[in-house]
């Protein structure tokens, strides 16, 4: 055997007649794989992604944008929040911004089956340095 610079053992290596027993960990058995949920998750936030299209279409109008961040720069959240509420999303949006940028958050409601909202669409968008 030639010797390589790279290779480092793990173990020491034995005379094949003296060789240990290898103990293998145990294999993890794992239960059958079910889609329903997460199929109902894709299809959620497909909504979510339509919803945040819309969202998206709205900021880019030129006079809503100016409204938005004069309200934000004044510190009005509650005039941010009217009028994030006004493009008739249907979906909840939670609102965050700093001088620098600002933060939408767009969560699917809970559907028939669960209690909880499946997922969250996030966007942040950069509108100062």
Known sequence: ??????????????????????NYPNMRSYPPVD???????????????NQGSILLDRL????????LMTAAQQGKKTEVDHLIKSIGLKVTVNTK???????????NPPN????INCCTLTVFMKWGS
């Open 112 to 115: 028939q089956n669960t209690l």
């Open 1 to 22: 055997m030639s010797y390589n610079p790279f290779h480092f053992p793990i173990y020491p290596p034995m005379p094949a007649n003296q060789g240990y027993p290898i």
């Open 60 to 67: 880019a109008d030129v006079g809503f944008a100016h409204k």
């Open 35 to 49: 889609i329903t949920m997460f199929k109902s998750s894709v299809h959620s936030f497909r909504f979510l992604m």
């Open 97 to 107: 911004f700093t001088p620098t940028g600002v933060h939408f958050e767009l969560l």
